[in-house]
Each structure stands twice: as C-alpha cells, then as structure tokens.
C-alpha cells in the first residue's frame, strides 16, 4: 500500500473483488445478489462494474441470519 491508497474500510464504495474479501462473501454471490437487486441502495453501476455501498451494504449483511 502507498501513501495515497485508501485502506478497504474507510472507502465508500467497494468493488466485487474488494468486497469479497472485506465481507468474506464470494465473489459470485456478491454478483448474483447485485444483479438480483440493481435499484438497491447499497448498489452502484459504473458504467459495467459493479460498486457495492459499503455502509449501505452492512446493515443489510447485519439484519441476515445466512446469504
């Protein structure tokens, strides 16, 4: 990490990849639930990546029993 890179849990937004591992979710889940929900608030399009809202995203994984 270099000085001007934000660590994973300050950062607002949160790729597939990043919020994989920060979530311990797998990376075809976190699609699969994106694409099932697009006009969720913890969901981005950019362009065609997928962003998912951090904080948005971890009051849905707290109200969960199991994904």
Do not use: H
């Amino acid at each position: 990490m270099n000085n001007t890179d934000v660590p994973i849990w300050e950062k607002y937004t949160l790729t597939i990849e990043e919020a994989s591992k920060y979530f311990r979710v797998g990376e075809n889940k976190l699609r699969k639930l994106a694409e099932e929900n697009p006009t969720a608030g913890w969901v981005i399009m950019n362009g065609n990546c997928i962003q998912i809202k951090r904080k948005q995203f971890e009051k849905i994984i707290d109200g969960l029993d199991a994904i």
